[in-house]
């Protein structure tokens, strides 16, 4: 007969008390829900009362729960509270993507080393089963890049300002609708998306990746302007972490704005929804799109964990996901090219596409597109005696190194006011 396992609850905010809710309500008989532990005691909640606690050691030193969920967020004291439960001998499932991205290794060493087994599917991708399906249903391949629209705060903002919507519009609109928090610094900035891709990438290629060793690049400076001229060029823009792996040692594992062309799947992935492709040597391709978010979508991948856990025997011992202190380091070494996308905002005067040009070709920079079209923003007062233009060419494929150098010149030059916008074409 199967054990029933009992559950000890870090956190009961949005997706804790999604949970607390499922088991109370008894839908699962093999698990039973035992406590709570939350901040304050006081607040408002839609569950019983005599399941919360404020002392977190009710959970961790209780020898009837076997398995403790941490939907805290943020390191401490999630990260304090886990190793004292996998001290304990408790099983952890966690919804805390910057915890597992920062001390992933600290963690699957201390499950270990105790004998009980980590899940973490809701850290990535909310609902999509990413995290599973790369560890369990991928094994046998050979994973080479991981894609993923994994924030789904920025894509609602980046799909509004393609529909038009003003960035100031869109991310208010984000707020009202509850999809950005008031400090929406984390997701504009791609701080979240970081954590989402080094947890992708370490599980993906078997080496962790800290999330200090990811190029990041939010989505601040594009403007609805950009999304005019990518869509004459044929593309969307939109906001991905991207691991790519070109050899054993060589990774690159990035998150930044890129033009992905019009008709990729990607291009097409809008609103609050994540996607996620995964490229690898028996799969070829394969795209997973859900909700990214929301207490329920993420209460599914939490469950769905604990009931993996319950499934495993006593005798299957944890295993570490990948190794650790590998002198594989991301980002490092070797160049890799792109094609650029770049909007300059110049005086609207003779010569400068022939300066610009002149610099580009010096530095082996080939064009795919060039355009200059006056710009009049009624809304700015211009007291310039020149006319401003708006300047945008699309690089055909060019080393990062000769393309910085390049631009380092291109700011020189005396009609450039502004680079106003740089993205990457993700092909
Ligand atoms: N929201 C989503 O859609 C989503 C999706 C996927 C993953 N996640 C992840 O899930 C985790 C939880 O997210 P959430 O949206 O549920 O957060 P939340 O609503 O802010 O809930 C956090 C919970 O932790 C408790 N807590 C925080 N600090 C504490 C402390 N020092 N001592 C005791 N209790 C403390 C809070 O207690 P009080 O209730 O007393 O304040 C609250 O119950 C995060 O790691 C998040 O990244 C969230």
Sequence with gaps: MQEIFKIGLLGCGNIGEAVAHELIAGKIPSLKFKKAFVKDLNKKRNIPTNFLTDKADDILNDPEINLIIEVLGGEEPALELVIKALENKKHLVTANKELIAKHGPQIFEAAYKNGVQVRLDATVGGGIPIINTILDSLKANEI????????????????????????????????????????????????????????????????????????????????????????????????????????????????????????????????????????????????????????????????????????????????????????????????????????????DQVGVIRDLGNILAQNNISLESISQKAYNDENIENNNQTEEAILTFLTHEVSENNFELALKQVRTLKPIREVACILRVFE
């Design 144 to 347: 080479n890049e991981v894609v993923g629209i994994l924030n789904g705060t920025t894509n609602y903002i980046l799909t509004q300002m393609k529909r038009g919507h003003s960035f100031e519009q869109a991310l208010k609109e984000a707020q009202e609708k509850g999809y950005a928090e008031p400090d929406p610094t984390n997701d504009l900035e791609g701080i979240d998306a970081k954590y989402k891709i080094a947890i992708l990438a370490s599980l993906a290629f078997g080496n962790y990746i800290s999330p200090d060793q990811v190029f990041c690049q939010g989505i601040k400076g594009i403007s609805v302007l950009d999304f005019n001229l990518a869509k004459e060029l044929g593309f969307s823009i939109k906001l991905l972490g991207i691991a790519k792996k070109f050899a054993q040692d060589q990774i690159k594992v990035k998150v930044y704005p890129c033009l992905i062309p019009s008709k990729k799947p990607l291009a097409r992935i809008d609103d609050v929804l994540n996607a996620i492709l995964v490229r690898g040597n028996l799969i070829q391709e394969l795209l997973l799109v859900g909700s990214g978010a929301g207490a329920k979508p993420t209460s599914s991948a939490i469950l769905g964990d604990v009931l993996s856990i319950q499934k495993l025997t006593d005798s299957l011992k944890s295993v570490m996901p990948y190794k650790i202190n590998s002198s594989i380091t991301p980002n490092n070494g070797f160049e890799q090219n792109y094609r650029f996308y770049v909007r300059l905002m110049v005086d």
